[in-house]
């Protein structure tokens, strides 16, 4: 299966909250906090947030 | 249902990560979908207490859980019950709500691991999910 590749997408945004398009081709919106980027894409169809860190390698739980 | 891994940023390497889009549901209120980690080496749901403001949800501030990471790291979350959306299949699921903005939102093992038959084939970039019949 082809992997989706975010790193272009989260290439400006280092911490926060993104919203893409669910074809991953184009940033919406970029918010610090949860709430602020659910007020921002509230009415907009088809689009996924993601978390962005600028780097997602380390994570370990 | 197989999805996709993520390429993410990453250093030394690019990150790949299977992230899923989930709904999160409480009542009338909903989420756009969020991409949250499905995460085998987590005990339970976390996610960012912001997440629960949004929905309007009241968490246990009685039931607190530190939640212990890497270098013994420790975050107090706090437990509430949410329906979680995936493949238009709805699961009741604790989620612990806690920490700031930034914290990763992620799919445990109790009691998801229990309720979906999991299987990682990151050699493959996928991984697939099937809901199970609970048990009796």
């Known amino acids: 299966m082809k992997p989706i590749d975010l790193t272009t997408l989260l290439q400006k945004n280092k911490s926060g909250w993104v919203a893409v398009t669910e074809d991953y081709t184009r940033v919406v919106a970029h918010a610090k906090k949860f709430v602020d980027i659910q007020k921002k894409v509230k009415n907009k169809k088809n689009v996924v947030v993601v978390q962005a860190f600028d780097n997602y390698y380390n994570y370990v739980s | 249902m197989k999805h996709p891994y993520y390429l993410a940023p990453g250093y030394p390497r690019m990150a790949s990560v299977p992230l899923l889009r989930v709904i999160y549901k409480h009542q009338t209120k909903r ?103 609970q048990k009796a």
């Open chain 2, 31 to 133: 989420t756009t979908p969020v991409l949250a980690l499905i995460d085998s080496g987590a005990s339970v749901s976390f996610a960012p207490l912001d997440l629960a403001v949004w929905l309007g949800m009241k968490v246990d501030r009685e039931k607190s859980l530190d939640i212990r990471g890497f270098n013994n790291v420790v975050t107090k979350c706090y437990p509430g019950t949410v329906t979680i959306e995936i493949d238009g299949n709805d699961f009741n699921v604790p989620v612990y709500f806690g920490g700031r903005s930034d914290m990763q939102c992620i799919i445990g093992q109790d009691p998801f691991f229990d309720m979906a038959k999991i299987v990682f084939e990151r050699y493959e970039d996928s991984f697939s999910i099937e809901r199970i019949r």
